[in-house]
């Protein structure tokens, strides 16, 4: 059975960072793209980032040089760092792989 797992999420104020982990299992997680997705309330989702098997990684024009993704193969994970927060990053934030959806994990930026 495939499952992707969220966590890392949590209130930080404007300016602080956070980092996300979503863990795989039942996949052969080298061989997927995976992707990051948010949706804050009220909002449609959106894609945030992505990280291909082999490494290449795109980001949406919102978190450019702010966010930054990495995975480890070893671990069936991936990451999401989160610096420079602002309060508009504040949304639900979901990985996926293969129309795989994880549970998500919320994030809240707010003084």
């Known amino acids: 059975q495939v499952q992707l797992v969220e966590s890392g999420g949590g209130l930080v104020q404007p300016g602080g960072s956070l980092r996300l982990s979503c863990a795989a299992s039942g996949i052969t997680f080298s061989w997927y793209g995976m992707g990051w997705y948010r949706q804050a309330s009220g909002n449609q989702r959106e894609w945030v980032a992505g990280?291909?098997?082999?490494?290449?990684?795109t980001y949406a024009d919102s978190v450019k040089d702010r966010f930054t993704v990495s995975r480890d193969n070893a671990k069936n994970t991936v990451y999401l760092q989160m610096n420079s927060l602002k309060p508009e990053d504040t949304a639900v934030y979901y990985c996926?792989?293969?129309?795989?959806w994880g549970q998500g994990t919320q994030v809240t930026v707010s003084s």
């Open positions: 996926a792989s293969s129309n795989i």
């Open positions: 990280i291909a098997p082999g490494g290449i990684i």
